[in-house]
């Protein structure tokens, strides 16, 4: 099991984002002939499924890795409001009706293919920016996990306790500032959980010392972290 999850997590996201191209082809060979659209489709669902698995793998890889503890790890998947959310897929879906309307009979396709394909595309291919980023936060006993999919790529990190000096909650300022790494649902979240490396560096040469996190609950994130590193509360912060 474990050489398969490698096998998955060596599979380039970057890949598997090419689907959507797929998706197009699907539409357009719809009735002719269906085999094609059926081999297609199943690779644009196979594509899906190991998105979902690379997801997997990458918690149970966290577990094996950096956790040794009997009590389970704490996992966090936050996502942009659902109100955000069922808006944007409105707006997308309504777009896409209006479009295959005006398309209909383009290049051979009908009103409701034009719509299909557009809608499709859109949601495999801009999925964060519709719905916000994929991203998963686990806090083991050694440490905070982070898996962050913006879009075409998706980033795997991991932070031991004795690299975060602390950890602060607080209220966003008016603009978030350009030395921040934001690892959120959304760039612009209201309120957050900011992390502070130990060394002045920061914590990789990729990741500065100020990474921004907005878990789902922020009570229950903090009291994990409780005990393992300092954890202060703050109104507000400067945007400089």
């Avoid at 996992?75 to 997308?92: S, V």
Wanted: hydrophobic content about 50%; charged content about 20%.
């Amino acid at each position: 099991m474990k050489l398969l999850e490698s096998f998955i997590l060596g599979v380039p996201y970057l890949f598997l984002k090419k689907i959507p191209y797929a998706w197009v082809f699907v539409v357009f060979f719809w009735s002719w002939p269906p085999v094609v659209s059926g081999i297609l489709l199943a690779i644009v669902l196979v594509g899906l499924l190991m998105m979902a698995w690379q997801e997997r793998a990458w918690e149970n890889k966290i577990r094996r890795e950096f956790h040794s503890g009997e009590a389970r790890p704490y996992i966090d998947h936050p996502h942009a409001t659902r109100t955000f959310q069922i808006r944007n897929l409105l707006l997308l879906l309504a777009g896409s009706g209006l479009l295959g309307w005006l398309l209909n009979g383009r290049l051979n396709l009908s009103g409701l293919q034009w719509c299909l394909l557009l809608a499709g595309f859109m949601l495999l291919y801009k999925d964060a920016l519709l719905f916000g980023a994929a991203v998963t936060y686990i806090i083991t006993d050694q440490g905070i996990g982070i898996r962050y999919v913006p879009g075409y790529v998706d980033y795997r990190l991991f932070f031991k306790f004795h690299e975060i000096r602390r950890v602060v909650r607080m209220k966003m300022p008016e603009r978030i500032p350009r030395g921040w790494d934001v690892l959120t649902p959304l760039r612009y979240p209201k309120e957050g959980i900011l992390l502070y490396a130990t060394r002045r560096e920061g914590f990789s040469k990729q990741i500065r010392s100020e990474v921004l996190l907005r878990p789902m609950d922020m009570e229950k994130f903090l009291g994990e972290l409780a005990g393992h590193v300092a954890v202060t509360e703050e109104a507000s912060t400067s945007s400089g």
